[in-house]
C-alpha cells in the first residue's frame, strides 16, 4: 500500500466548491454512454445549484455577521446560531453532494471507476500552496471564497467545510 506524500491535501479538506467545477472537463476523458451523460448533466446541475445558494447564503451570514459584530451591544454567543445553522446545512448538504455523486460512481463501469478514483487521488496529492494552507482551485463562481467563520472542517467535521465527491 503506498503511502501519501507529507504535502498532499487531506481528505477532509477536499471541498465540493474545488470539485464540481473540474467535473465538466474530468467528463471528457471518461467516454460516458447516453445515459450515464444524462445522469451526469443531472448530478452537475444540481451540485453547481445547490453550490450557488450555499454561496449566497453565506454571504448573507458574512453580512449579517459584520452587522452584528458592529452592533453596540453586541453579545458573541447570539451570532453562534447562525454560524451553527451553516454548519448543519452545509453537512446536510455534503451528505446529499456524495450521495449525488456516488450514485454516478455505481453508473460507472470497471475503468471509469479506475479513471474516477485516480482523478480523486491526484486531487489528494496536491500540494498545498504555502503557509496560507489552502490548496488550489479552479476560477469560477464555485471557487469562491470560504464563507462563515474561517474554519477549514471537512466532510462533516466540526468547521463545516464543503466536500460532496
Not at 454560524?83 to 463501469?109: K, Y
Not at 489552502?134 to 469560477?140: I, K, Q, T, V, Y
Amino acid at each position: 500500500m503506498a503511502v501519501a506524500p507529507a504535502f498532499a491535501v487531506p481528505v477532509m479538506d477536499m471541498r465540493a466548491e474545488d470539485l464540481v467545477p473540474m467535473a465538466s472537463e474530468f467528463r471528457k476523458s471518461l467516454n460516458l454512454n447516453a445515459n450515464q451523460q444524462t445522469l451526469w448533466a443531472k448530478v452537475e446541475s444540481q451540485s453547481k445549484a445547490l453550490l450557488r445558494e450555499r454561496k449566497a447564503r453565506r454571504e448573507r451570514l458574512q453580512e449579517t455577521t459584520r452587522q452584528g459584530l458592529q452592533a453596540q451591544n453586541v453579545e458573541l454567543r447570539e451570532l453562534q446560531a447562525g454560524l451553527e445553522a451553516e454548519q448543519a446545512a452545509t453537512a446536510a448538504e455534503d451528505r446529499q453532494l456524495r450521495e449525488w455523486w456516488l450514485g454516478i460512481n455505481d453508473a460507472l463501469d470497471d475503468s471509469q471507476r479506475q479513471a474516477a478514483a485516480k482523478f480523486l487521488v491526484d486531487q489528494l496529492i496536491r500540494m498545498e500552496d504555502g503557509p496560507g494552507g489552502g490548496h488550489e482551485r479552479p476560477a469560477g463562481e464555485e471557487g469562491g471564497h470560504r464563507g462563515g467563520h474561517g474554519a477549514r472542517g471537512g466532510m462533516g467535521g466540526p468547521g463545516g467545510g464543503s466536500r460532496g465527491m
